[in-house]
């Protein structure tokens, strides 16, 4: 069963940064997709971005431009950097993976508020 943990979240003024971590454990072997999702209140969980192991990333249009995904294959980690957050950027965010079936983290709130 490969558990994944998620730090970093937080509250945050907007125009600020905030980086999101997500590191897999109980699994020995290369996980290939991973990616961050969110989940405002009151709307559907939504894709924010995603990596393959090969470097390949795909990010939602809301956050194109100010997001970069990343990941460090040796430890089965992902990243998301987030800048010039936005009010509409509030939401818990959920580290995704999959390999065989679908893994998701517990979730951290991230609060883009002044």
């Known amino acids: 069963q490969v558990q994944l943990v998620e730090s970093g979240g937080g509250l945050v003024q907007p125009g600020g940064s905030l980086r999101l971590s997500c590191a897999a454990s109980?699994?020995?072997?290369?996980?290939?997709?991973m990616g961050w999702y969110r989940q405002a209140p009151g709307k559907e969980r939504e894709l924010v971005a995603t990596t393959t192991s090969d470097g390949s990333t795909k990010y939602a249009d809301s956050v194109k431009g100010r997001s970069t995904i990343s990941r460090d294959n040796s430890r089965n980690a992902v990243y998301l950097q987030m800048n010039s957050l936005k009010p509409e950027d509030t939401a818990v965010y959920y580290c995704?993976?999959?390999?065989?079936?679908?893994?998701w983290g517990q979730g951290t709130q991230v609060t883009v508020s002044s």
């Open positions: 109980r699994i020995a072997f290369r996980i290939n997709d």
């Open positions: 995704y993976a999959y390999y065989g079936n679908d893994y």
